[in-house]
């Protein structure tokens, strides 16, 4: 094994297969910041151009895209409350803050930091874990994905500051997430009529709408610009270099938001947006201090940041061992292996090895060489935060409703995007959370075609269900993410009471 890791190495040092990691990482990043574009659309883009090469050259190229688009996502994400890929929606929750108080340099620096850190965590989980690849994945069943997905929405929900309002945007997300065709009962619900609903809401319009549409409202109403403190003169590298250091300041939070994105990722299905949220929904409720969170705590950036770069390791689990993508960019990358020859199965590992561990290290070099682009042109990228709105919030309204249009090239999304957008301003003007109803629309899906699963697996006997160790384990965790809000004020209460 390490004499193919050492082959890959010096495979990717060569001048051209430099070059086209190069080129994979900086298309990654430019269509990471673009809104609704990210890591698919450019794999759909650049696949015809892989005809000619070889399949290592490939695998560089795709290698360097997927590395480093979440990275260029997390910079909209906190400069201007629009994720970039609907991973780094997240990120929003803290980062755009942070933004908001003069501190875009510290909020980009932790970000870029926990990234490329995340993503080499990832990379080294993917070469531990491909020789048991197999009982990783089939670890997991119908029963222990419903829980899961019960886990991220229970514990964002229990942890909101206004429990009721949490539960009715989750509730409000669940519904959006139910909008459209049924897959197991075969009909369509809550459509009105409307063709373009049949196949449900796609999360990328909603996400534009809810954060970039929806910020870019609030702006017109408030004026000025997005930065509220701090001087556009002296914007300098102080800021990111103080956001590394909060990043290792942190690490504990790297290595738990990694190991979330890592296990994650091999779950076919699931993608690096449920990670993301599910690694800040467990750093919020592991925390001891919470007020800051959704206020500019750094934590709120790192930790989903370091899963979704560390989740790409554990997709490319199914994906080359059995052929089973887990995301829309996995499956267009799966094509990228069939196109050249790759037949992704067990025996993929065995007879491919040195071009296994060149994709690996192009996508461990892919997301150091994006942290490091990131970061030397961030003092210029935090200028946009001092932009009067005047001009900011029409340009950013345009490119957001592109990228909506751009995913799909359908009117529909467009709207969708307009609407999420007014919803998203009277959610904010009103106090509702909006990180509930997103957590909610991701893992709504998910947990109603588990559920569903399960129900059928067990003829409706859902005790049968306690037999299956992962579902008793998230369960347990269900239960104290709910019961948290209840010892946290008996914990305090009983210290002001000695106080």
Known sequence: MFDSVFTAASYLADGMNLLFLLLGVVVGVVFGIIPGLGGATAIALLLPLTFGMQAEQAITLMGGVMGAVTIGGSITAILLNTPGTAPNAATCFDGYPLTRKGKAGVAIGAAVTASSVGGVIGALILIMLLPVAKSIILFFGPPAYFMLALLGLTAL??????????????????????????DLGGVTRYTGGIDYLWDGLSIVPVLIGLFAIAEMLKLYVDGGTIAKSGDMDSVGVSGTLEGIKSAFRHFKVILSGSAIGSVIGTVPGVGGTVASFLSYSFTLQTSKNKEEFGKGDVRGVIAPEASNNAKDGGALIPTLAFGIPGSAEMALFLGVLVLHGMDPGPMLLLEREFTIFVLILALLAATVASGIIVLLTARYLIKVTYIDTSILIPSVIVISLVGAYALHNSIGDVFAAAFFGVLGYLMHRFDYPRITLVIALVLGGLMERNYFQTSLMYRGDWSKAFGDTPFVILLGLVVVALLMPMISKALKRKTGQKA
């Open 157 to 182: 929900t229990a942890a909101s500051s206004n429990l009721l309002r949490g539960l009715i945007g989750a509730c409000l997300g669940l519904f959006i997430g139910f909008v459209g065709y049924d």
